[in-house]
């Protein structure tokens, strides 16, 4: 092998580099995109991918898919859960349903949990980031990182190092172990990247040096940006061997079209999820798997005990195991579209970063679990929305760099809850009715459906969540006056009324991902209350007041007042909320009522929220939609929140 | 001028020839791509329009939009209204916000009364045509037809046989009279095909015969194929000019956002109109214009006495005449998009087809009025959705040609009322407060709003519409059965749930334009009824005789029940409502269930439609959502419908 000389290889200078175009680096890669930083996309495989994979999408990513404006699309496209059948053994051994839940948690989101395959959430995430990036920021394939050097950059700002190296088109696509049908087999059992043997004997041509400011690995279980940071995968992997099956079913169980869990009495249980287009994906235990020796080079690494002949493992092998517990019930494919068997495990990296905080690692880089809970590729999303936002503001130079500590502390915690729940659910899934109490199992199913949701995320006190640092995440904190709005939680939403049209709109709607925080002043019947008035007029002259100037694209005024429309006239609000740009155009959307409408019903926002129409609440949202701080519509509560954002934004000293 | 020898003149084939790419044009083409229909589709002009024209939809429209697939880019741009307000001199005759009304009808439908200029429509229904043909239908421009000939057809099968010539790609640009601001005075006033003069003097290369089965001429007020036809325009051209505007306004009219009439006392009125992305569009009657004399060569040729000398119309002057009228308020101009001006007329077409209903026409062909009620576009677009389907059904051979004679009688009614109300309205518009009584004028706006909708056409008895002959279309009429279900009207609306994954659904987001006709079984709460439980057994096994087949892309079976879901089995449904293909795979989405659902409200579908839980009811739907016949859900009515279709269903003779 010869060393090449690095000195001919093209270099070049990004914000960002994204290693891995799954889901979490999607994510990533459409908030850069959104707020314009310079982004470098790669993925080591030569195409996208079509079929099989993750296929759940929680609520509360539908809700961000809507912030970014294309949740209509998956509402076009997916199949929707509405209720969850349980099918368990009667005294002859027969299984039958003997129940029927709702499927979530009613009311908690506009959106139900959907199922879709992976590759179709790509592409939506894909035609977005084009739209916002005028085309800029494209995935570059087939291309790995074969070096990351932190603190060897080309200067202070650009510090971290990578070298990366194209491959061949065909390199790394998936062994499909002979089979005809599509499957994850290799993806499952040896990962993404272990033939990655470093620039010696690469060509030039085929390297380039990356000089990043920030560099995320979304690489997968087994990240190789993981590894590079020497962080640990820390957990175990278990024997139980689950087999998933996408088909197009026949067969005579009345509920196929709804998600139906099975224990059988001795051959196993399933999990079903409807899909799009009549497919349908089975999560199936088998208990008769042949297991290879793990020895020498074949060991499994992540310390199961025994390690599946995958070469044994056959879509019909899977559909034979789904036959047994089926009965009596028939079950045949029409179709076959995918295949994938999985040995049970958890683990959660130790860190989410290295510790200067350049190079993070975030999705299944960070945790692995089984699928049973739906949460792989969502978690992995609500990873990256997280982050990416925060190192926008960290690259324009907006927000001081401490904010990214939020970012372990916030997502770690739900990747040990995922953990949690997933171990519990797991062995409930992979038991027999005789060995555990199947009310049990209902019912830490239908406790988790919340956590599920994604609805339930409860972040820490922190530089950017303003709340006491003993309260623990299981306990939702709230301001008096607001008690129905969870500090740390995501906002909840409610129909209003815009002010200048009448249109009727959830509220969440039109609070899109820009990168904006947002300062939502509920000043209540201010019409009719001569003291709110004055709060308001208070707050219109401090906010106007150029020294307390925030740029609009780093904190939007919004204002939400719930005065009947008789009593309102538009001239009587403050400026700040209807500001005219330098032509003289004014910006009419700012400005909301929680009033009855003439079409829709409306006017239960403050109810909602818990405010009260008489004393109101200044409410400060983070870009991505989290509640940062609550205090009251006054110049003081607003001098409280731009004391709070003056912690971490840069240049903001507001006026006493 | 050498004559062209039209034997070296290349011919093709087809189906239909639409002519003009038009609203009308695009929906007539729309159903044909969906259907199947081999279209040719024309345009004189070398592109699509970009700004200005036409810009109102109605709620009517885009619940159609919903049937095929795109109402949800439609939400995503329009400016959607909400409320109307109206303005009128005070005693000092400065004007001021006197009234508030909601805008439309609350609760008539899903959508709301939306805007955005015809350009964006052209794209949505373009590329929806482009996806149902598979891209094998796309508008060839620029072309003209130069003769049309029919029984002068290659045979029997294609009568009509029309040559086209292909015009340079800069001839048919419209003559902007020297504004740089984009504007339709051309249009207007000259209309688009006055330039035409023959295939004399024509290369043979630029020329094509086409023989057609069908032709629909969508060619505008100054149509070239309804003067082919001989057809009068009847009507006349009025004095009054109003001028149009839209412009991206700066003012301080609090309600430039919602819809605004504007009386004043001696300058004349104003509607303005907001539309997406801030700009607005203002119609204003412009008092001070000059006049040509309106004599030979420049005669105005549909009777007005003067003709407007539109060279001295400009964006700036319809302003000034805005600014005059909107005192005390200011108005400027941000930017300004496009301009028009018009003189104000009604005309009805005489005939809606050649005697021998070969050749029609649509949309402006056949009518044309002011554009107060933005009803023109509209009514274009529901001419040839009402149609298309019905020429289909004879192309394919599936039904008799006699259906086609309800074209003209149900669209000549609609046109009848549309100018009714446009004299009306058109004349309170143009006329000085002190004229008319304002109260009037609104009144008479309130009274249309319903009309304006596109909700309440209600089409008279035919071959298509079982009702009794005498019934005017004034009156609402219904079958005891079902006494909110109005015959000869569109579908309404109910959220009902899918029986086979409890999906909660307006069921009109699942009766897609597909071109079926559709059974819709209300077998009440057969579960808890035993008499109802026979009647379902008998219509499934009428159904599932061999004899009674209609194949599934002519008839859609559906059944709605209303028993609760613990009384129901999927097993016990007919098999004629859950059928397997040939390779077993079942069909599950043609059962619903009017209960309550786990997650959104539901259960109240038997009572919006009138229908008795105990009783029951058997509707039969046209293809494009109106209802055509209501019997009772028993063998003899599911035999009443039979014999109902059998009378213009080719092929269908149903046991007795």
Redesign the interface.
């Known amino acids: 092998m010869t060393v090449p000389d690095l000195h001919a290889v093209n270099e070049s200078k990004v914000d960002v580099l994204v290693v891995g175009a799954g889901p979490a680096g999607y994510m990533a890669t459409l908030w850069f995109a959104r707020m314009g930083i310079k982004t470098k996309f790669i993925d080591k495989r030569s195409t996208k991918i079509f079929t099989g994979q993750a296929d759940g999408l929680q609520p509360r990513v539908l809700e961000v898919f809507e912030t970014f404006?294309f949740a209509?699309r998956a509402?076009?496209e997916v199949?929707?859960?509405?209720?969850a059948t349980y099918y368990e053994p009667d005294e002859n051994g027969r299984i039958r349903r003997i129940d029927?839940?709702?499927e979530g948690v009613?009311?908690i989101s506009r959106f139900?949990g959907s199922v879709v395959h992976q590759g179709r959430i790509e592409t939506w995430i894909s035609d977005a980031i084009d739209e916002f990036s005028k085309g800029e920021i494209k995935v570059e394939r087939p291309i790995i990182p074969e070096v990351l050097d932190i603190n060897d950059g080309v200067d202070a700002e650009y510090p971290v190092k990578v070298v990366l190296r194209k491959l061949p088109n065909d390199y790394a696509e998936p062994n499909q172990f002979g089979h005809k049908v599509e499957n994850g087999l290799y993806r499952q059992f040896d990962g993404d990247q272990n033939q990655q043997n470093g620039i010696d004997g690469a060509h030039v041509n085929d390297l380039e040096i990356v000089w990043a400011k920030y560099v995320i690995g979304c690489d997968g279980a087994h990240s190789w940006v993981r590894k590079r940071l020497d962080i640990e995968h820390k957990g175990e992997t278990t024997d139980f061997v689950w087999g998933v099956l996408d088909i197009?079913?026949?067969t005579?169980l009345?509920?196929?079209?709804?998600r139906v869990s099975i224990h059988s009495v001795e051959d196993g249980s399933i999990m079903l999820i409807?899909r799009e287009k009549?497919l349908v994906r089975l999560y199936i235990q088998l208990r008769e798997v042949d297991h290879e020796e793990a020895v020498g080079d074949n060991a499994l690494p992540n310390g199961a005990k025994k390690r599946v002949d995958r070469s044994k493992i056959t879509a019909d092998r899977i559909l034979q195991a789904a036959q047994k517990i089926f009965k009596p019930y028939t079950l045949?494919a029409?179709e076959t579209h995918w295949f994938t068997a999985y040995q049970i495990g958890q683990r959660v990296a130790t860190a989410f970063s290295d510790p200067s905080q350049r190079v993070f690692i975030a999705g299944d880089a960070c945790h692995t679990h089984s699928p049973k809970a739906g949460q792989g590729m969502n978690v992995s999303m609500m990873d990256t929305f997280n982050l990416a936002w925060k190192i926008a503001y960290v690259v324009k130079g907006l927000a001081s760099p401490s904010i990214l500590d939020t970012y372990e502390t916030e997502r770690k915690a739900v990747a040990d809850d995922l953990i949690a729940f997933d171990q519990r659910l797991s062995r409930l899934y992979s038991s027999k009715p005789g060995e555990i109490s199947m009310q049990e199992f209902r019912s830490v199913v239908e406790q988790g459906s919340a956590f599920t949701t994604g609805c339930t995320v409860n972040y820490d006190a922190s530089i950017l969540i303003d709340k006491p640092a003993d309260k623990s995440r299981e306990e939702e904190y709230h301001s008096p006056l607001a008690p129905k709005l969870n500090i740390g939680m995501r906002f909840p939403d409610a129909k209003l009324v815009m002010q200048?049209?009448?249109?009727?709109w959830f509220i969440n709607q039109q609070l899109l991902s820009t990168g904006q925080f947002r300062l939502l002043v509920f000043i209540g019947d201010y019409a009719q209350k001569p003291a709110l008035r004055e709060q308001l007029n208070g707050i219109g002259q401090y906010l106007a007041r150029p020294e307390n100037t925030v740029p609009e694209p780093v904190l939007q005024k919004l204002l939400i007042h719930a005065s009947p429309?008789a009593k309102v006239?538009?001239?009587d609000f403050p400026l700040v909320f209807r500001p005219?740009d330098e032509?003289?155009?004014?910006n009419?959307w700012l400005i909301w009522a929680d009033t009855p409408?003439?079409?829709a019903e409306t006017g239960h926002g403050y109810e909602t929220y818990g405010i009260s129409k008489d004393v109101g609440a200044a409410v400060l949202l983070r870009p991505d939609g989290y509640v940062a701080m609550v205090t009251e519509p006054t110049v003081e509560g607003v001098k409280d929140i731009y004391a709070f954002l003056s912690k971490f934004l840069v240049g903001l000293k507001p006026s006493a």
Chains 1, 2 share one sequence.
């Open positions: 404006g209509d509402a076009k199949a929707t859960g509405f209720e029927v839940k709702p009613p009311g139900n197009l079913p026949i005579d009345p509920d196929i079209r709804k409807p009549g045949e029409a200048c049209d009448a249109r009727p429309q006239e538009w001239d005219r032509r003289g155009v004014m009419y409408s003439l079409h």
